[in-house]
């Protein structure tokens, strides 16, 4: 048994550079530059994954593959192996992994340790029972580099997943580095380099899962339609809370590396999701972990060393590159024909036609594509990757044992939420300011608690449970209220500027703040009578 340390990277295909022999060239160029020691090789790559009709292995975690390589003159070559359940961390990849030479492409279950699988397994009725799932078939090119007294397999894999009788094939086109001997810092190093000239982002699905996912698609002979996220006219989709799960017994540091670990997990979904169905609101999703992250490195500032604090700034810089995707949300609803807006108004056409110039002032999708497969935002992940691998390798840590956990969660939520109702308690008396005015600026204050809440409400109280839900409820109802006033406040700044007044529009514009003040006067007077769920 031998354990797989790899990264894994999918590239970004809507540009020339990114042709298969582009690719190709592009690392040769990039190694020979740096004086990297390399040999190269390109072979083909048959795959098949195997299990039972019921998914025996994949219940006990365990993945069976089947593959055959053949290298230009060379007979092809057949091997068998196991992947046993692992660790993923912001596409880095550890699992065990058990190879067997063999010598056809079907496998032979028992020549495997029998210690791989649960005692309840019958190996000769498993033996029986298998059946193909799905397959792979890819050209690989592989450099296996010397650095830094450490062997390193880059991988390059061009092909698609297929399943039987099925139409749709999913396309392979990614890279994996693999730390064949050494420390995983060169890794790490030799990555960096590769994102200075590839357009790459982390890969949080395997080959495998992505064919798992082909073969129960295919079960339902249904086409895989894809198509924009629907909208269903609302403001905005109803807003929910990130909670990071965090063991009540865990040790302040180990929170920390907990929190962001699962931050930069959630943080590289939605850039999937953004790649393979682009709209506002799944960017919207994208700042919203990088925000979460962020949160993070506030809450246990002191724990952090200057270099680690120096990776806040740059998640700083990613938030306010985005930011302008909520103003991009509102505008979108604002001219969308299904909306509220345009239901109850027939709003005038030279009106929506300034708030479609606004919109077009923002990044278009290829521009944002780009942004998230740069080597910037790709540098950003891999040094939380490496302070997360440091810091759970690291047994010098200091631990502050005058402090728990619990305690130090109880204090930011006390702390947090006290300085939003203090803020919110001036909506109760006269001000100079407006309603509105005073809404948001109370926002910020808003976006620390429920942050605050994302990250410690879990050692208090289950994920789901009810006491938590009543506590955020009237912060979330205020949350979403704010957002449709800021929409609102963008309609009304547009309209001022029209030559001729639109009296109907300006009146509805009244009554909706007027209602949604009301509104939000509800729940900020509910916010400011619950009592706290933590001690």
């Known amino acids: 048994m031998v ?82 359940s692992g660790t993923i961390i912001a596409g880095l990849h550890q699992r065990p992994e058990y190879n067997i030479d063999i010598g056809d492409a079907k496998p032979i279950v028992s020549l495997f340790p029998h210690i791989i699988f649960q005692p309840n397994i019958d190996i000769n009725l498993l033996q029986q029972q298998i059946i193909e799932l799905f397959s792979t078939h890819f050209t690989r090119h592989t450099w296996l580099v010397s650095l830094e007294d450490a062997q390193i397999e880059i991988a390059f894999d061009c092909g698609e997943v297929a399943c039987q009788d099925y139409v749709k094939k999913p396309r392979i086109y990614e890279i994996e580095l693999e730390l064949v001997s050494g420390d995983s810092q060169a890794l790490l190093v030799l990555t960096k380099l590769l994102f200075s000239q590839l357009a790459l982002r982390p890969g949080q699905l395997t080959k495998a899962a992505r064919g798992y996912a082909l073969y129960h698609e295919s079960l339902t002979l249904a086409s895989h339609v894809e198509s924009k996220l629907p909208n269903n006219g609302a403001i905005v989709e109803k807003i929910e809370l990130s909670i990071i799960d965090l063991p009540k017994k865990m040790q302040l540091h180990n929170a920390l590396t907990h929190g962001i670990e699962f931050s930069l997990n959630q943080l590289q979904l939605c850039v999937d999701s953004y790649v393979e169905i682009p709209s506002f609101n799944v960017l919207s999703k994208v700042s919203e972990q990088l925000i979460l992250l962020r949160q993070g490195f506030w809450l246990f ?96 840590l ?76 009237p912060l979330l109802d205020i949350k979403q209220g704010i957002v449709e006033l800021q929409s609102l406040s963008l309609l009304q700044q547009q309209l001022e500027q029209l030559p001729k007044q639109e009296n109907k529009l300006t009146q509805w514009l009244a009554n909706k703040s007027e209602n949604l003040i009301t509104a939000l006067d509800q729940s900020r007077a509910k916010a400011l009578t619950m009592k706290p769920y933590w001690p």
């Not at 970004?12 to 160029?29: M, Y």
């Not at 292995?57 to 053949?70: F, M, P, S, W, Y």
């Not at 809404?439 to 410690?456: C, E, K």
């Open 398 to 473: 200091k631990i502050d044992n005058s402090s728990s956990l619990v305690e130090f969660a109880a204090k930011h939520l006390t702390n947090s939420t006290k300085a939003l109702s203090d803020e919110l308690a001036k909506l109760q008396k006269p001000q100079d300011s407006t309603s509105i005015e005073l809404y948001l600026t109370a926002h910020s204050l808003l976006i620390r608690a429920l942050l605050t809440t994302s990250w410690f409400s879990c050692l208090f109280a289950e994920p789901e449970s009810e006491i938590v839900k009543r506590f955020n409820m």
């Open 301 to 396: 500032d002191e724990l952090l060393s200057p270099d680690e604090k120096a990776l806040r700034n740059e998640l700083s810089y990613f938030i306010r590159t985005i930011h302008w995707v909520e103003n991009a949300r509102y505008i979108q609803l604002l001219i969308n024909k299904q909306s509220s807006y345009q239901k109850e108004n027939s709003i005038n056409q030279e009106l929506i036609t300034k708030l479609q110039l606004r919109q077009s002032r923002y990044p278009r999708e290829p521009q944002v594509l780009a942004l998230l497969h740069s080597e910037r935002f790709n540098n950003l992940q891999v040094d939380l990757l490496s302070l997360l691998l440091k810091r759970n390798s690291d047994d010098t």
């Open 3 to 84: 354990t797989e340390i790899e990264l894994k990277y999918s590239l970004l295909e809507s540009n020339e550079q990114a042709k298969p022999e582009q690719i190709t060239t592009t690392i040769n160029q990039l190694l020979s530059e740096h004086d990297v020691t390399f040999v190269h090789q390109e072979k083909q790559l048959s795959n098949h994954y195997f299990d039972t009709a019921n998914l025996t292995l994949r219940k006990n975690r365990i993945a069976l593959r089947t593959r055959g390589t053949k290298c230009f003159d060379e007979t092809k070559r057949f091997e068998q192996t196991i992947k046993t």
